[in-house]
């Protein structure tokens, strides 16, 4: 079965130090994936997107992530976090078959931003 | 460009109530998608709607419903109430019935007693 799993439900870090959120998936054939991210009581805003070609993904915010087909992973890094990063993160798979799509998602892994 | 909006932005129901929840899309998109996320969940897809017709649907009872019109704008309902409903619900849209990015709304938090 498709699924999505993020195995940190809370991380915090200190302002200007370096993040790397985990994702991890199972899916069949090659995945398309997403990462989100959630204000408190906000929609989501998407962060970057990975479909095929280079492996390493660039997004906003300064955002980047990495996708390795061998770990089924595409975990999400920032090389310097600033406070207004606090926000739950998701990631998320397409699953996709002919032309029809729909997201699964992750249970979220909550950033917390230390001064 | 208006981006994906959503209205109510809150509700609150009783049990067995029925709602109904909207959704218009971005501009240029033809395909909504609509998901429920509980407290401390991510988001859950319920079904998606492309030409006016639900094409994909998620694990939900017959209780979830829905509608797309013509231009492209839907309507989530939900009869029945079930405290279990409360949640927010989150509309995406994208183009050309799902394969594409994905984006959401801020979405409705409905509340049921």
């Known amino acids: 079965a498709q699924s999505v799993t993020q195995p940190d439900i809370h991380i915090t870090v200190s302002e200007g130090a370096s993040l790397e959120l985990r994702c991890n998936y199972s899916?069949?054939?090659?995945?398309?994936l997403f990462w989100y991210v959630q204000s408190p009581g906000q929609g989501l805003q998407l962060l970057l997107k990975?479909?095929?070609?280079?492996?390493l993904v660039q997004g906003i915010k300064g955002f980047e992530a990495e996708f390795k087909r061998s770990q089924s992973s595409f975990n999400l890094r920032k090389p310097s976090v600033h406070w207004s990063d606090a926000a739950e993160y998701f990631c998320?798979?397409?699953?996709?078959?002919?032309?029809?799509?729909?997201?699964?998602f992750g249970k979220g892994t909550k950033l917390s931003v230390k001064p | 460009d208006a981006g994906v909006t959503q209205s109510p932005t809150h509700l609150i129901k009783t049990r067995g109530q029925q709602v109904t929840l909207r959704c218009s899309p971005k501009?240029?998109?033809?395909?909504v998608s609509w998901y429920q996320q509980a407290l401390g969940q991510g988001p859950q897809f319920i079904f998606q709607y492309y030409e006016e017709e639900e094409r994909q649907r998620g694990n939900f009872p017959d209780r979830f419903s829905g509608h797309q019109f013509p231009n492209y704008s839907s309507e989530l309902n939900v009869n029945a109430l079930l405290l279990g409903d409360s949640a927010l619900y989150l509309c995406?849209?994208?183009?050309?019935?799902?394969?594409?990015?994905?984006?959401f709304g801020p979405g409705t938090r409905l509340l049921v007693l």
């Open positions: 899916y069949g054939a090659t995945p398309y």
């Open positions: 501009s240029g998109h033809d395909t």
């Open positions: 998320a798979v397409g699953a996709y078959g002919g032309s029809q799509g729909n997201l699964i």
């Open positions: 995406a849209s994208s183009l050309g019935g799902g394969r594409e990015t994905q984006y």
């Open positions: 990975y479909f095929s070609g280079d492996t």
